[in-house]
């Protein structure tokens, strides 16, 4: 009995041998190839990290997409964004990427692509009404390989990014993905690079693969405030969030990365839009009309910000969580390893270090991203009960995705995770005694309406 559980928002992802076993994630092949079939689709490139179940799961994908009438071109070992490229690169219809992403080892998952787009929310839930109905298609698909994909990834790269001075960079790949194909980009490009878990190891023995967390990069920081590096930077175990931790060893945040980005492309792109999501500072959305562009407020969730992204043909984008979006020189998805060469190649246009590159920005006082569990089956409910609460205060309310309230001097965010059993919340205001009165004040409503 497949678990409906794993069928999520953006991805399907569950525990390996008990919510994924080689039969479901077969099932789950042929679900999709049908699905792409009856699109009038057929060629399909898979690929995975560097997990311990990964090789396993690609077989059995491949299995099931065969069994459609699906041909099937096996990419090896790679990176999310890798996979990405190689769907450009080959041309092929559709795309499979066998990633946990930033979840505990003992996790696996599936992103799927339809071209370039991300399948996601009821796209997904087509699979699992598939697979429930037993309703598949029958053919005898073609098994390929592809090997070279990474260095032409390589290249497509190296040929497209310019720095005027050697920067000096230190990359913390958390055993993750990206490790054996950063590190290199950076060194041909011009940057003098030290390594720091680079190596490809799926049971992530060093710190989980998550660079937007401060506890797992805390050897990043270490090694950055205690030698002489211009910037630090973090890949997650797909490679698609980035993380950077300035000269001094300070975290930017994710919409702060962003922000860095926006003021660069709005400077060579005046009046156009950039889009974050609900998750990102006021001083964010406020800097992009101050730089003379257009700020828009989007949901959360990579696949949303890129559909978002295609629909109003905004060429710059981004969310708290690290997933950066470039359409402006690139293909509009997120690639974290080309978001590193981007930061870079904006560090070598000046002598001024990274912590000065927002430093004429208003202070706010925020906090990180706080999640607190909140069962799948309760947590949407719980989300629109508050929602109504302030709506009937008459208080400045954007429900877009969850409930982000906005006051005079500050503002605060519920809303319900799309990928995990949380609610998560974030709050900002001009003072810090503001900032926990506002934070206080939802999280009384929260265990209210508990």
């Not at 992802?13 to 092949?29: A, F, H, N, S």
């Not at 990405?84 to 499979?96: K, T």
């Not at 569990?373 to 929602?387: E, H, I, P, S």
Request: charged share 25%.
């Amino acid at each position: 009995m497949i678990n409906p559980q794993i069928f999520r928002q953006y991805d399907v992802r569950g525990i390996v041998d008990k919510d994924l076993t080689d039969e479901t994630v077969t099932q789950l092949g042929r679900a999709f190839g049908t699905w792409l079939k009856r699109k009038g689709k057929s060629s399909v490139v898979v690929g995975g990290d560097a997990r311990l179940s990964t090789p396993r799961f690609m077989a059995r994908i491949t299995e099931g997409l065969l069994s459609t009438g699906c041909d099937v071109t096996d990419m090896g070992i790679l990176a999310t964004p890798v996979l990405y490229f190689a769907i450009q690169h080959l041309g092929s219809d559709a795309g499979v990427m066998i990633t946990g992403s930033h979840n505990p080892p003992e996790y696996n998952g599936f992103k799927l692509n339809l071209g370039l787009m991300s399948i996601y929310g009821d796209e997904i839930i087509e699979l699992l009404h598939l697979i429930q109905a037993n309703d598949f298609e029958s053919g005898e698909g073609r098994s390929m390989s592809f090997e070279g994909i990474i260095g032409i990834y390589q290249d497509y790269i190296v040929n497209r990014i310019s720095i005027d001075r050697k920067v000096k960079v230190i990359v913390d790949a958390g055993n993750g993905a990206g490790g054996p194909i950063l590190p290199d980009i950076l060194r041909r490009i011009g940057c003098d690079v030290t390594e720091l878990y680079c190596e490809l190891d799926g049971t992530f023995p060093n710190h989980h693969p998550d660079p937007t967390v401060i506890e797992y990069i805390q050897d990043l920081i270490k090694m950055v405030r205690e030698g002489d590096a211009e910037i630090g930077l973090g890949l997650d175990g797909d490679a698609d969030r980035i993380g950077v931790v300035d000269e001094n060893g300070d975290i930017l945040f994710g919409d702060q990365i962003l922000n860095v980005f926006a003021r660069d492309f709005l400077a060579a792109n005046p009046g156009e839009m950039v889009v974050g999501d609900v998750k990102c500072s006021k001083i964010f959305y406020d800097d992009i009309r101050k730089h003379g562009g257009q700020p828009v407020m989007y949901k959360t969730g990579h696949s949303m910000i890129k559909q978002k992204m295609k629909e109003d043909g905004i060429r710059m984008g981004g969310e708290m969580s690290g997933h950066i979006f470039f359409a402006d020189r690139y293909f509009g998805y997120d690639d974290a390893m080309y978001a590193c060469c981007r930061f870079v190649e904006i560090m070598a246009q000046t002598d001024k270090p990274v912590s000065q590159f927002l430093a004429d920005q208003p202070t706010m006082f925020n906090t990180p991203e706080i999640r607190v569990d909140c069962t799948d089956d309760a947590k949407f409910a719980l989300v629109t009960r508050v929602c109504d609460s302030y709506k009937a205060e008459g208080a400045d309310v954007n429900d877009i995705d969850g409930v982000r309230v906005t006051f005079a001097d500050g503002w605060g965010l519920l809303r319900a995770s799309n990928t995990q059993p949380v609610l998560v919340m974030r709050f900002e205001a001009e003072t810090e005694p503001r900032l926990e009165a506002i934070r206080a004040d939802m999280e009384k409503r929260v265990k209210e309406y508990s």
